[in-house]
Nanobody, 122 residues
Framework: VVLVESGGGLVQAGDSLRLACAGA????????MGWFRQAPGKEREFVAG????????RYLDSVRGRFAISRDNAKNTVYLQMNALKPEDTAVYYC????????????????WGQGTQVTVSS
């Protein structure tokens, strides 16, 4: 699966952004999908995950209630709606695919996108 993220940019604190990750390949729907981020000088961290059927989601505590992950298997796309953005959300955001939903937060995913930059100014 080839993953390509889009939707990043420069916004002000309190603004919203929606990231999209398009997957190439007919097997997109069999994968659990996740969003991760990496800020300068910090380790990559798990942000959100969604299972194959969209019946299960999970979030990093600091984004729960502000971010929402969703997917459209017909379009081979997973989304991350980010609201009430804060400067500490500034990072490169990556999407990833894993056959095992429970393993998503570990960050040992099978496939990764190239990342999209999100910058939130105060």
């Amino acid at each position: 699966v080839v993953l390509v993220e889009s939707g990043g940019g420069l916004v002000q604190a309190g603004d919203s952004l929606r990231l999209a990750c398009a997957g190439a390949g007919r097997t997109f729907s069999v994968y659990a999908m996740g969003w991760f981020r990496q800020a300068p000088g910090k380790e990559r961290e798990f942000v959100a995950g969604i299972n194959r059927s969209s019946t299960g989601t999970r979030y990093l505590d600091s984004v729960r209630g502000r971010f929402a992950i969703s997917r459209d298997n017909a379009k081979n796309t997973v989304y991350l709606q980010m609201n009430a953005l804060k400067p500490e959300d500034t990072a490169v955001y990556y999407c990833a695919a894993d056959l095992n939903y429970e393993k998503l937060p570990l960050g040992t995913c099978d496939y990764w996108g190239q990342g999209t930059q999100v910058t939130v100014s105060s």
